[in-house]
């Protein structure tokens, strides 16, 4: 069992700035990669970015050169820095690990771009 959690979530204007953190616990030794999704509201759930245990990235398209992906050195804690936020951006943020080919949820974080 993997559990994560993730914070960094909040209210942000066009153009700003926001870092989402995501931490793993449990059998976290065992994770092979983890990532972001975002699902907006009335929309199905997205993937933003993912990264392996080897380091190797994945983005997509609305979000490459805005938004990068990167994990501590543990690999337990994966990090989201989102740049130049556009309102388009505002859904919840899922944080997802894959463990022994299982795939596990964090609760969300809400993201709002908005002036």
């Known amino acids: 069992q993997v559990q994560l959690v993730e914070s960094g979530g909040g209210l942000v204007q066009p153009g700003g700035s926001l870092r989402l953190s995501c931490a793993a616990s449990g059998s976290s030794s065992s994770i092979y990669a983890m990532g972001w999704y975002r699902q907006a509201p009335g929309k199905q759930r997205d993937l933003v970015a993912a990264i392996t245990s080897g380091g190797s990235t994945n983005y997509a398209d609305s979000v490459k050169g805005r938004f990068t992906i990167s994990r501590d050195n543990a690999k337990t804690t994966v990090y989201l820095q989102m740049n130049s936020l556009k309102p388009e951006d505002t859904a919840v943020y899922y944080c997802?690990?894959?463990?022994?080919?299982?795939?596990?949820w964090g609760q969300g974080t809400q993201v709002t771009v908005s002036s």
């Open positions: 997802t690990a894959n463990s022994r080919n299982t795939p596990y």
